[in-house]
Nanobody
Framework: QVQLVESGGGLVQAGGSLRLSCAAS????????MGWFRQAPGKERDFVAA????????YYADSVKGRFTISRDNAKNTVYLQMNSLKPEDTAAYYC?????????????????WGQGTQVTVSS
């Protein structure tokens, strides 16, 4: 079984920065994409950013483009989400996800492995 473990969440002030990590462990797997999604209470789990593994292409939601950066460290089997210029509306539980399949990286259904989530709270 593949396990994804997020870390790095916390409480920050608006305008601050935070770096989330997603470490993959367990059974080795081939992947097409790694993504970050977020979910605020009472809202849908929304796409934030994604990275296609082979080409290392990146994709971002309009709401975070220019502020967030997704990256990877192959040696550590880890993906990161660097979040800068944080806003209160960024407050959510952030989930790391992995997909073995090709398709739209924006679509939650593409991903078959999910982490437990890490909470990010941005105060004003």
């Amino acid at each position: 079984q593949v396990q994804l473990v997020e870390s790095g969440g916390g409480l920050v002030q608006a305008g601050g920065s935070l770096r989330l990590s997603c470490a993959a462990s367990g059974r080795a797997f081939s992947r097409y994409a790694m993504g970050w999604f977020r979910q605020a209470p009472g809202k849908e789990r929304d796409f934030v950013a994604a990275l296609t593994w082979s080409e290392a292409k990146t994709y971002y939601a309009d709401s975070v483009k220019g502020r967030f950066t997704i990256s990877r460290d192959n040696a550590k089997n880890t993906v990161y989400l660097q979040m800068n210029s944080l806003k209160p509306e960024d407050t959510a539980a952030y989930y790391c996800a992995a997909s073995r399949y090709s398709g739209s990286v924006y679509y939650r259904g593409l991903y078959d492995y999910w982490g437990q989530g890490t909470q990010v709270t941005v105060s004003s």
